[in-house]
């Protein structure tokens, strides 16, 4: 791992990119405004780079704007090519990241958890 720090600068300069093309450039009318890039992981060799995308939505939405950034990613690789100085630019592949909703759920059992304890000694203070 010798070339941990230019892997991460290279994640850095890609996440940067391809958060202005996913929010001011692409004219996809699935990939709405609700749809931000969370986190870029490029591959030592740099073949690959996986693109953690965020979607506030249903189902539906978020199945839709994946299929969006499939359809765009080659686009999107072109532009990354033109604004990243690279020997090879890496083929993207997007994932969608559901960790943002995975903390507000969490935090919502944690909420009903203390509500629930607090009503239980209520009662308890009541009887």
């Known amino acids: 791992m010798k070339n941990n720090t230019r892997i991460s600068r290279i994640n850095d300069e890609i996440f940067k990119e391809v958060s202005q093309i996913v929010r001011a450039e692409l004219k996809d009318?699935?990939?709405?405004?609700?749809?931000?890039?969370?986190?870029?992981?490029t591959t030592q060799?740099?073949?690959?780079?996986?693109?953690?995308?965020?979607?506030l939505g249903d189902e539906n939405q978020k199945a839709s704007v994946m299929k969006g950034l499939k359809n765009a990613s080659g686009f999107i690789r072109h532009l990354v090519a033109e604004r990243v100085n690279l020997r090879l630019t890496p083929e993207l592949i997007f994932?969608?990241?559901?960790?943002?909703e995975?903390?507000?759920?969490?935090?919502?059992l944690m909420a009903q958890i203390a509500k629930d304890r607090e009503e239980r000694e209520v009662q308890k203070d009541a009887e």
Not at 45 to 54: E, F, I, M, R, T
Not at 95 to 100: P, Q, R
Not at 102 to 108: G, I, L, N, S, T
């Open 95 to 100: 994932k969608l990241d559901e960790s943002a």
């Open 45 to 55: 060799d740099l073949k690959y780079c996986k693109v953690y995308v965020s979607v």
């Open 29 to 41: 009318p699935r990939i709405g405004a609700m749809t931000s890039v969370v986190r870029v992981d």
């Open 102 to 108: 995975y903390a507000v759920r969490m935090e919502q």
